[in-house]
Each structure stands twice: as C-alpha cells, then as structure tokens.
C-alpha cells in the first residue's frame, strides 16, 4: 500500500545495523486483521511473529537509527492531505467518503462564497447610500467649524451647490410643501416620500446609532425592502404608518414609525431591544438611563421625545392576546387616550418618572424582537415616547426610572415563566388627565 507501509524492523544481533530484506506480510491475515495500519498510529510492538502470516514476494530494507528516526512516518502536512484525498491503497467505501467530503468542501466554499460576497456588497452599499443621505441632512453643520448657525436661505444655497436643483425647482418644493425646513429641501428633492428623520445616539458611539430619513408609502410593504434611493435592500428603511398624519406639521396623536432588527444586530431599529433587554450591561435599566429621549424630526418641526415604556407585543393569537398597538392613531377624547397610557404601562417592562396628559403627541417605535425565537414566537418590541412640549426642558430624573416587577404579559410567556399578573401597579397619578 503506497506511503502506508509498516515500521522498518531493527536487527538486534551484533554491533552493525546492516541492510537486510526481509519479506513483507500481507495486509491482512485471515482473520482481517491489519498489520498495516497500527503502524500509521506508532504501534512500537516489534514482537512479530512471522510463521503466523502469509509471505508475499514483496521485500522491505532495514535502516539503521538515523533513517529509522528519519522515514518513519509521513509529516503531518501529507497525512493531513492523505485523510482527506483518495489515495493508493484505500478501499472503495473510504474513497467514496474522502470523495463526498471533498465535494461538500468545495461547494460550501463556493456558496459560502457567494453569501460573503453579497454580505459584503450590502454592506459597502449601506456605507455609500447612508453617507449621502446624512450629508444632503446636515447642511445646518456646513461650513467653517465655530461659525455661526446658517440661514434658511444660506442652507438652501448649500443645497443647491451639493445637489445641482435650480431656484425654480426650489420654489416648487416649497409650494408643495409649505414650511418644510431647509435641512429637508435636498432630501425631498431626492425622494418626496421623506416625512421626516430620525436620531438616537451619536455617530460616533459605538453602541447605538439610529440616523435615519423616516419615508412614508401607501402601504406598510414598500419600504421593508427599499431604501431611500427607492432600490431593493434587505434592510429596507425606516417608514412611519401609511395611516399617520404629517402635513402642515400636524400629527397623528399617535405617531408609528417601524424598521427592521438586523441580523448584525447593529443597523436600523435593532438598538431598540436594548431598552427591554440590555446587552452592555448587568443593569436592566442601563440602557434606558444612557438613552431617555429620542429625536425625531419631521419636514415642518424639530422635537425631542421623552421615553416612557418599553412592552414585548403577541402576533399570534394562539399565543395570547395580539394587542392593537399599531391600530391606535388618533384620541377621539381624554377617556380613550388615558385608556391606551394604562394599557401600554401595565405591559411595559420599565416605568419613568415622565408624566402623560391627554393632548401629548405619543411616539411608538416598532421592530421585530425574537426573546422566545422566532419560530416558537412572532414577536414585537415597541419603545413609547411623548414629544416634549412647548416651554418644557427635555432633561429627564432617569434615577427615578424603576423595572416594573410584574408586567400585565401574554399568555405564552406565563406558560413559559408560570405565575400570573398581580394587578396594575403603576403610579397613575403620572397620567395626569386621569382621575382613577
């Protein structure tokens, strides 16, 4: 059998290793025993016993020491190769599984390939296709660092010389859209579904970065697979409700914007799952207190957005109860938005110290959250703000933000975790136009 051949033997007889050819057994006996392949894994066992095995007109040389020491076994590269390639000697049923392995090696590089590559190419579109967007946003930072804030109509002349749009094309926007900011004017020019833009964290931290255009469709389906550029992506983009009102700087009592949880767990709405399950740290509030309120700018107004409860939401109604969230737009009276606040905070999993009244503008952000797999349980988090109000600082006490110990949950997770709910435990007192 080429290049598995057994142990050259030693002659133990007087002061000189000299040549000697000895014949070589079969490679079996006739009980199929092998004598070979011991020797693969240094068998030292040097007491044969030759009458007991069938002679072959094969011959080997005996070496002494030096080459002993030197031939006894391939080096780890070639027996590397030989467990893995069909080599002289092997039996049909090992060569049939080197072969199959092979093939399976080779296919796996070739689609493991293919994905990489168009990870990769998604990747880099995302850098390019962001990149162009944030600057077409942040004309109000252009210019000379210390200078003064610019103008509505410095801004527009900024515009204008990034993206090429003429004066006439200028006073037709504004005609379309009076009252947009100039901060929007290059980005509608671009995609007149933009309604608005979107911020948590900071560009240059690690952990969170939500940066975002907010586009609105008549549907729910376009943008989960465009992004702004209106070109097929994975990740689509960040879309408010088709529903939702936002012209004229009016809004819906309750505005909805959604995005997706990315596999890598870093782009779109995927930061979101840290307010109901932090990652960075033991602290279950760590998150929330690093990140109390949220930005989000519309083409008419900017405003800052107080956090205020964080709930895990049912699909499925063989889970339990699939709450409306996303079906409650608008507050006819006091009684069915106090209602609503009740509800939300019963399920939330966190409680602020920001107080609510009938009248506030609610903010819900909705992205796809798997704590039970997504298999086993379709699920949603949603993270609930209220806009700041006029004359009204936007910093928040976030050391008097407490977990709430028992949150109203559906009926798969009690199956999952046993127990029941205790009652609403909230402070209601919060919820200013309440009087219950």
């Not at 697979?225 to 009016?250: C, L, M, S, V």
Request: hydrophobic share 35%.
């Amino acid at each position: 059998m080429a290049g598995f051949s057994k142990k050259p033997r030693r002659k133990t007889s007087g002061q000189h290793h000299e040549e000697k050819k000895f014949d070589m057994p079969e490679d079996k006996d006739e009980d199929s025993v092998s004598y070979i392949t011991p020797g693969l894994f240094g068998d030292d066992d040097d007491d044969d016993e030759p009458d007991t095995r069938r002679k072959s007109s094969r011959s080997r040389v005996i070496y002494d020491d030096d080459e002993f020491e030197e031939k006894k076994k391939p080096n780890i590269f070639v027996r590397a190769l030989r467990a893995i390639f069909p080599v002289k000697g092997d039996g049909v049923g090992e060569s049939v599984r080197k072969i199959i392995f092979d093939i399976a090696v080779v296919a796996f590089i070739i689609t493991g390939g293919s994905v990489l590559k168009d990870v990769l190419n998604e990747a880099g579109n995302v850098i390019i296709v962001d990149k162009e967007i944030s600057d077409l946003h942040d004309v109000a930072s252009a210019g000379e660092e210390g200078e003064s804030p610019k103008s509505e109509e410095e801004k527009i002349k900024i515009i204008q010389g990034k993206i090429g749009i003429s004066d006439e094309e200028v006073e037709n926007i504004q005609r379309e859209k009076p009252g947009i900011q100039a901060d929007f004017l290059g980005l509608y020019s671009q995609n007149s579904d933009i309604v608005g833009w979107i911020h948590l964290g900071s560009k240059d931290d690690p952990i969170v970065n939500i940066d975002y255009p907010v586009m609105q469709a008549e549907d729910n389906d376009y943008y989960l697979t465009h992004n702004f550029k209106r070109e097929d992506a994975p990740r689509g983009a960040i879309f408010a409700d088709y529903r939702n009102k936002f012209d004229n700087g009016t809004l819906s009592g309750n505005t909805i914007l959604y995005g997706h949880n990315m596999w890598n767990g870093d782009t779109m709405f995927a930061k979101l799952s840290r307010y109901y399950q932090p990652k960075e740290s033991t602290d279950p509030l760590q998150f929330y207190r690093d990140h109390p309120t949220i930005e989000f700018d519309t083409l008419y107004n900017n405003a800052d957005w107080k956090v205020f409860a964080c709930v895990l939401f049912n699909t499925q109604e063989e889970l339990g109860e699939v709450y409306p969230y996303i079906n409650v737009r608008d507050f006819a009276n006091a009684d069915q938005f106090n209602n609503f606040i009740l509800d939300i905070m019963d399920r939330s999993v966190l409680w602020t110290d920001v107080d609510l009244q009938y009248g506030d503008n609610i903010l819900t952000l909705s992205t796809c959250y798997y704590p039970y797999g997504k298999e086993t349980a379709d699920t949603r988090v949603a993270v609930f703000a209220r806009k700041v109000r006029e004359g009204e600082s936007a910093e928040v006490d976030v050391s008097k933000a407490v977990r709430n110990p028992d949150p109203l949950l559906f009926a798969y997770e009690y199956r999952v975790k046993g127990g029941s709910w205790g009652g609403r435990k909230w402070d209601s007192s919060k919820l200013l136009s309440y009087n219950g």
